[in-house]
């Protein structure tokens, strides 16, 4: 599981307006010692790959350094969130009961029980707790995190 954050860019905190949020950021980097390679996330897709938004830098991985990062820019990680790798999958089996938190579509945080209805080294389907046929569909590479109940 590969655990990402948000690092907001407090522009309104910096006295010298002239630069964008790249500039900010650069100048942070070098004062905290944090190298991007400490806190980018490539995976070849645009949403699972460390890129600008309006005065954040999403997805970073939420680590020690994004963290001394955050504070050396006077702000803080927020929107914390897991990527399912491959190797999250391999310890569980059909029928056991699981734990799914993740960001619906609108923004709201999911905390549900289920049990898991088929699973394959790729994707698992899951039956939400208390239906018969409701429930979820990941694939690796889905922002979920799935623990045991």
Do not use: C
Request: proline fraction near 1%.
């Amino acid at each position: 599981m590969i655990k990402t954050a948000r690092l907001t860019i407090a522009y309104a905190k910096h006295t010298d307006h002239d630069h964008g949020m790249k500039e900010v950021l650069e100048a942070a980097l070098i004062r905290s010692g944090v190298k991007r390679e400490d806190i980018d996330i490539d995976d070849g897709t645009y949403s699972n790959t460390t890129h600008f938004g309006n005065w954040v830098l999403v997805p970073v991985h939420d680590n020690e350094a994004a963290a001394k990062l955050a504070a050396e820019l006077g702000t803080k990680l927020d929107f914390q969130q897991s990527i399912l790798e491959a190797g999250d999958l391999m310890g569980f089996k059909s029928g056991d009961k699981v734990r799914v938190q993740f960001m619906s579509e609108l923004g709201f945080s999911g905390d549900y029980q289920g049990k898991i209805s088929s699973i394959t080294d790729r994707e698992i389907i899951i039956l939400k707790k208390g239906a018969r046929s409701k429930g979820w569909r990941f694939s690796v590479g889905d922002r979920v995190t799935i623990k045991a109940a």
